[in-house]
């Protein structure tokens, strides 16, 4: 007999599976892959079986990890909202997937499936509901989305990662408080002056500013930090290291060297625990991830959570986050920083 997180498989029979379900965002599918990471060290015989999209971004994070033995991208467009035209293609996609998602669930016979959120998680676990496996949902934001509220319904239980989360949840629902899965461990901890020595940062730097848009960029940071660039007076004694995401980093990369500013300019790095232990103050958006590995690396952070018309969830992370830790974090509205700036300018430095 194998025990895979309290459950127990025979091994003459199945094999032991975990399944995982997220999709259309890096701060979905890099949690899960941590998380299915660490149950592969309890268990090396552990095998994985993966479903997410099938979007560039998904496939991408996936592929690069060898040890996701089955990955299952699946096909289901965005959610048509008010679109109705839409709707029909929507709601065969949808049946498509709940079909794929049962006939592998049926094959492997997976210990649980864990949901990360995302829309895709709904198809995927009520298959698995319908098969009759656990299922576990992680809700790594302060207020869940639709799919985990509906899925947290068919849960053995959801892990929080921020107390307040559970006054958003049905009541019927089981929970409990988790730990964020984070990708880094104490020995990705190193002083600065070794980390800077590593990226290549020349001594004479009195400041290292660390700016991270994201998995995907943003466009609205990158602009805000070339304004900032053209009002200070002190950044020749700065250096910054710049995560822009794909379209603009050949454009702000020509902008430091324009102005004479040493800098990394990147859209993704596999060791930017380094550019955390790097850096006296941080940039960035409000993503749970981001969040959390900034309280690990205990760095001051200058935060501009994302708000869109559809979403406000990182406003929801960032003020959660700055109560509990006030000497870190202080959270700027985008609205407010686009009308006036200064404020923003003068606590960067």
């Not at 459950?7 to 259309?24: R, T």
């Not at 979007?55 to 990955?71: F, Q």
């Not at 949840?169 to 070794?194: G, I, N």
């Not at 990394?264 to 850096?279: E, N």
């Amino acid at each position: 007999m194998v025990s895979v997180s309290g459950m127990k498989l025979d091994n003459q029979k199945i094999e032991p599976f975990i399944c995982y379900v997220a999709g259309k965002s890096g701060g979905h599918i890099i949690p899960a892959l941590t998380h299915a990471q660490n149950e592969k060290r309890k268990n090396k015989a552990l095998k994985v079986l993966f479903f997410s999209t099938n979007s560039a971004l998904d496939r991408s994070l996936l592929d690069a990890h060898k040890d996701i033995t089955v990955y299952k991208p699946l096909e289901l467009g965005n959610i048509p909202r008010k679109n109705i035209f839409a709707w029909p293609k929507f709601m065969m996609q949808l049946m498509m997937v709940v079909w794929q998602s049962f006939s592998l669930l049926k094959k492997h016979k997976p210990a649980k499936v864990v949901s990360m959120g995302g829309y895709i998680s709904v198809p995927v676990c009520l298959a698995a509901r319908v098969l009759g496996i656990p299922i576990e949902v992680y809700e790594l934001n302060v207020v869940p989305g639709v799919a985990v509220k509906l899925v947290s319904k068919w849960a053995q239980v959801t892990h929080l990662c921020f107390a307040q989360t559970k006054h958003f949840l049905p009541a019927s629902a089981p929970w409990k408080l988790a730990a964020y899965p984070l990708r880094y461990t104490d020995e990705d901890r190193c002083e600065v002056w070794q980390a800077r020595k590593k990226l290549g940062i020349p001594g004479e730097h009195t400041k290292v500013i660390l700016v991270l848009g994201g998995s995907q960029g943003s466009r609205f940071i990158n602009e805000l930090m070339q304004n900032y660039v053209l009002k200070t007076k002190h950044y020749a004694d700065y250096y910054i290291i710049h995560q822009t995401g794909a379209a603009d980093v050949e454009s702000v990369r020509a902008f430091y060297v324009r102005h004479g500013i040493t800098a990394l300019v990147f859209a993704y790095r596999p060791d930017i625990h380094l550019c955390y232990a790097a850096a006296d103050i941080v940039v960035a958006r409000a993503g749970a991830g981001t969040l959390f590995e900034l309280l690990f690396f205990h760095k001051p952070s200058l935060i501009i959570p994302l708000e869109t018309a559809t979403t406000d969830h990182q406003k929801d992370n960032a003020l959660s986050m700055q109560s509990e830790n006030p000497e870190l974090f202080v959270v700027f509205l985008q609205a407010d920083v686009e009308k006036s700036p200064r404020d923003f300018f003068d606590c960067l430095g």
